[in-house]
């Protein structure tokens, strides 16, 4: 038995839309007045009524077209072209840092070790200063 789905089965779309969508058939199921059951069986079945088709892809902010057309090569056609136009625009190359984030990590670690070395020196003025008046009584 073959685990490919048949390129017309609208509801292994519309699961996968859903996942895509990240919500969950419960989720589904509350905003279409329905039990997720019901959701469980449209998403097992081939075909499902135009009406509730359409309450589907409301809930799931996408059209009817959509689902309908609905492929998971096109989504990954979809997104790798995405991520070129991304990684090829003036916003893409953020992969580059304009800095070593390491040198930054011990620049912070020597102001800081210079801040700590300051408050501890005006501690031990503190001291010397409390011991002398101790001192003077």
């Known amino acids: 038995m073959s685990t490919l789905t048949k390129p017309n089965h609208i509801g292994r779309k ?8 990240d919500m969950k058939q419960e989720a ?5 007045g329905i039990s997720q059951q019901t ?3 449209i998403e097992n079945s081939e075909t499902i009524e135009e009406e509730r088709l359409v309450e589907v892809a409301k809930a799931l902010g996408v059209t009817v077209e959509a689902i309908k ?10 997104f790798n072209s995405f991520n070129e136009a991304v990684n090829n625009s003036h916003f893409g190359n953020n992969n580059n840092c304009t800095f070593n984030p390491l040198d930054k990590l011990v620049e912070s670690f020597e102001e800081n070790k210079k801040l700590y070395e300051r408050l501890l020196q005006s501690e ?9 008046l101790l001192k003077g009584k």
């Open 14 to 21: 519309i699961s996968r839309i859903r996942e895509l969508r």
């Open 28 to 32: 589904l199921a509350q905003a279409l």
């Open 39 to 41: 959701i469980s069986a």
């Open 69 to 78: 057309n609905f492929s998971e090569e096109s989504m990954i056609n979809y």
């Open 124 to 132: 031990k003025d503190k001291i010397e200063y409390l011991e002398k």
